[in-house]
């Protein structure tokens, strides 16, 4: 099962890195005829390697890049030059240029594109004293053909679309809360800790998954941002994070639930509700776990399970049948609050997507004559 997992992971990790590369050769191979035609350059190998440093996972991130990278390469640019023209002699001004460049690019705003301060500053630096403007030119022009291509190529050539690794994620989330919470159901049922029925890291696991469906979620909205695919333009995502927050909310009330019956294995105990003869329904609290298992494993962005009202209906005859017990003995309060919330977090309708600008008719309806 993990060589599996670790396979099918190798797998997405793979295509997603050759797509990125291909990308990032196309702009490179562009570039570099580019700069050979129009700047008569024989090894433009700046303007190639612009290309490639700036080509990312996703539109948004390319931008950013190339951002960053034109903004680290101007800042050394304009470090250098007052070095190079007033500062004498030049190991003086090589001196200031490298400690006034260092300085800004140690900061961490423009992340790692900040190693192009210093070196396009001594760059510069060695060019400007040297008087060889022409070449400072050719270089910065190499630079900003490339940031073209690598904008263009990103943009274009197919850009990342991650759906699936999303969708994958959600379900993972979905199968294994909606199996915990079977699992307390199990624990109340039997009057044991959730750890000895779930095992001692059920909770760890359980924070992982959702830490993983919070980053598989925000990477495949950031790829939908700006994209020119088709698919991305049909994607509705108020879905999506409407499935989240509804996992979300039901993976923390688990969690809640397991640590109070942890605490107290026989909270659950005590809960009676009037049955149809008058007859008291030993504790339906395990089948109301059991229930909203079911529901939390059908949480898909459409409609909710067929059971959830009815569901609901019994969690509230049985709150306002057992009363208000204190807080650590049968019948705890709190676990009903908590499978309430989760209820209530299911039961909520999905966003409607946003509405599309009216248009009028421009055809008017001839009047007869």
């Known amino acids: 099962m993990r060589g599996t997992a670790l396979s099918g992971l190798a797998r997405r990790i793979g295509g997603a890195g050759r797509a990125e590369a291909a990308r990032a050769a196309v702009a490179a191979g562009l570039t570099w005829q580019t700069c ?37 390469c101007l800042l050394g640019v304009l470090v250098a030059i007052p070095g190079a023209l007033y500062v004498e002699p030049t190991t003086a001004g090589l001196g200031l240029v490298a400690f006034a460049s260092v300085l800004p690019a140690r900061q ?9 301060v210093p070196t396009t500053a001594l760059l510069t630096f060695a060019m400007v004293r040297g008087r060889h403007p022409g070449e400072l030119g050719s270089h910065l022009a190499e630079i900003v053909l490339g940031m073209a291509f690598g904008l263009a190529c990103g943009a274009l050539l197919f850009p990342a679309v991650r759906v699936r690794s999303a969708e994958r994620a959600l379900d993972d989330l979905r199968l294994l809360t909606a199996r915990h919470l079977d699992g307390l159901a199990d624990a109340a049922a039997r009057h044991r800790r959730p750890r000895d029925v779930l095992g001692p890291t059920w909770q760890d696991d359980l924070d992982t998954a959702l830490g993983r469906a919070r980053k598989a979620v925000e990477e495949a909205h950031e790829s939908l941002r700006w994209n020119v695919r088709p698919t991305a333009r049909r994607r509705r995502w108020h879905l999506d994070h409407q499935v989240l927050h509804s996992l979300t909310e039901a993976a923390d009330r688990a969690a809640a639930t397991g640590r109070l019956l ?3 294995p026989a909270a659950a105990t005590g809960a009676r509700t009037p049955g149809t003869t008058g007859t008291p329904c030993p504790d339906p ?17 459409g409609r909710p399970h067929p059971a959830l009202p009815a569901t609901r209906h019994a969690l509230a005859r049985l709150a306002t049948t057992d009363g208000d017990p204190p807080a650590g003995t049968a019948g705890d309060p709190r676990l009903l609050e908590h499978l309430g919330a989760v209820l209530d977090r299911l039961a909520a309708p999905a966003p409607a997507p946003p509405a599309r600008p009216h248009r009028p008719c421009t055809l008017q309806r001839l009047s007869p004559r």
Not at 37 to 66: C, D, F, K, N, Q
Not at 286 to 301: D, E, F, H, M, Q
């Open 108 to 116: 961490g705003f423009l992340g790692h594109y900040g190693l192009h």
């Open 285 to 301: 609290y395990p089948r109301l776990l059991r229930t909203a298992a079911l529901c939390v494993y059908s949480c898909r962005g």
């Open 36 to 72: 050979a035609t129009l700047l008569h350059r024989p090894a433009p190998y700046a303007g190639a390697v612009a290309a490639v440093l700036i080509v990312e996972t996703s539109v948004v991130r390319t931008a950013g890049a190339a951002l960053r990278y034109a903004a680290g």
């Open 262 to 264: 942890d605490a107290h």
